[in-house]
């Protein structure tokens, strides 16, 4: 049933009363995110023990500045946690879906079951005019399908609205990108949606953030196609450092060269081991597997080279240790200096970091891996790499040295003092973090995919042995 069409809707309240359903990654950083712009918001998950750790004021996965918010948002007495989705249906204005939509088990397509568990829930137990939003990354047309679910399943029709509001974050600045977006976008059905979105956001929108209102398939294509453009630059340089192997250019200059040109930009054109993490590569996937079902297969074809272009660099890596190590990896100590799929995170989906580790670890190399923050959940997917405490536990008589993820603390290691653990001064470094120079002066063999090999330089404390003997 639904109301009658000359009743006028609900006011708009000035701050909606929020729900975020899914306190993983994204949910938890927008729920405490909003409840420190001055919205009460109640975080919703169906796993106790993350609603637990959040109410006690602790944070279940690594992001920098995200417990202080939390604290913050705690204290404030704004925000709470519930397992109870009785307690959110009665609760909120706004309903945010922020689920998470892994890829299928053998199967491209993106898995929807808990996209579509969550907005069940909430439809059968709304019973005033409200709205859901969904932020979860999903297959265009999910939108439409859902509007006609919830509204058949709800007791109050088709008063229950649906919205896309995609999400734009970056894993190591979740809070930034949050409270700072460089864009908003509202996918809407009708004008009262359209408004109780901008009553959300009002306090992002009013320092200027840029905002684009369409039809929600436009909202749910907007999050794929930035991903898929984004992974298809990272793949291009990576594409130019096979070319670059291949006739002895340098990858590194070719980039610097390129990212002069405005159209072009550096950001992105970063060669090196390519791109990981829970969303990059099943996003891409998920698109192409959609765009087959859609009948438009052929306009995104290029997706499957972009996937797996990234997926070489994982291989050429392994190569890159392998000729280093003389040919054979059998009992060689690998120190592989990171796990997680970049810095500042401690997310291991997908990441290339870790592939290669349990690579080199297949070919018989006694890998010891080090991460500042994932060891914990690299070790829970691959428990049979070793892992060490801290950096120099790590390297301490390595044959082999392979810099993977580009934390700060790889990043400024010192060459001469690293020479001095190691078994051998043997070093790939995978993401291009280093300077190539310090460590040829420092007598390291030094290569990184696209660059030319080039032969280590006396370091002053083995020249002065020479002449010695």
């Known amino acids: 049933m639904s109301h009658h069409p000359l009743q006028a809707p609900p006011p708009i309240p000035a701050r909606p009363r929020m729900t975020v359903i899914g306190t993983g990654y994204l949910g938890a950083t927008h ?21 637990q750790a959040l109410a006690a004021g602790r944070v279940p ?83 439409a399908r859902l509007t006609e679910l919830v509204q058949r399943l709800s007791p109050i029709g088709d008063e229950l609205e649906l919205a896309w509001n995609p999400e734009f974050l970056r894993e190591g600045f979740a809070v930034e990108d949050t409270l700072h977006p460089d864009r908003l976008v509202f996918g809407v059905a009708s004008e009262w949606a359209e408004s109780m979105l901008r009553a959300s956001f009002a306090p992002i929108l009013e320092i200027g953030t840029p905002l684009v209102v369409t039809d929600t398939p436009t909202a ?26 291949a ?36 996003d891409i996937r998920a698109f192409r597997h959609r765009a087959e079902e859609l009948g438009v297969g052929h306009a995104v074809a290029f997706l499957e080279e972009v996937d797996g272009i990234n997926l070489r660099r994982r291989l050429r890596t392994v190569d890159l240790v392998r000729e280093l190590a003389g040919g054979d990896l059998r009992g060689v100590r690998v120190a592989a200096l990171g796990a997680a799929f970049k810095p500042d995170s401690d997310d291991v989906r997908d990441a290339p970091a870790l592939d290669v ?19 914990a959940n690299a070790h829970r997917l691959y428990p049979d790499l070793d892992y060490a405490a801290s950096l120099a536990e790590a390297v301490s008589g390595a044959g082999v040295v392979a810099l993977l993820t580009e934390w700060a603390e790889f990043r400024t290691m010192d060459p001469v003092a690293l020479g001095l653990v190691v078994a051998q001064r043997r070093i790939v470094d995978g993401r291009h973090a280093l300077d190539q120079d310090a460590y040829l002066a420092a007598g390291w063999t030094y290569r990184a995919l696209g660059r030319p090999a080039v032969a280590p330089r006396l370091a002053p404390a083995d020249a002065m042995d020479q002449q010695v003997a």
């Open 31 to 51: 729920a405490i995110c909003m409840a420190t712009l001055g919205f009460d918001v109640l975080g919703v998950d169906v796993v106790a023990e993350k609603i």
């Open 61 to 143: 996965f690594y992001e920098p500045g995200l417990p202080e918010k939390l604290r913050q948002a705690l204290d404030s007495g704004r925000l709470r946690f519930t397992t109870s989705f009785d307690e959110a249906a009665a609760f909120g204005d706004v309903h945010f879906i922020c689920v998470g939509t892994p890829q299928q088990e053998g199967s491209a397509a993106a898995d929807l079951r808990y996209v579509d568990a969550a907005f069940t829930a909430l439809a059968e137990r709304i019973d005033r005019k409200a709205l859901l939003i969904g932020k979860s990354t999903v297959p265009i047309g999910t939108a």
């Open 220 to 245: 749910e294509l907007v999050k794929v196609a930035a991903n898929s453009f984004l992974a298809t630059k990272i793949s291009y340089i990576n594409a130019m450092a096979e070319v670059c192997e």
């Open 247 to 282: 006739t002895g250019a340098d990858v590194t200059r070719l980039a610097e060269a390129l990212g002069y040109d405005d159209r072009i930009g550096s950001r992105f054109l970063k060669p090196g081991l390519g791109f990981g993490g829970g969303c990059l590569p099943k």
């Open 357 to 375: 580790a349990r690579m080199l670890y297949l070919e018989g190399a006694s890998v010891v891996v080090y991460d500042p923050e994932a060891n």
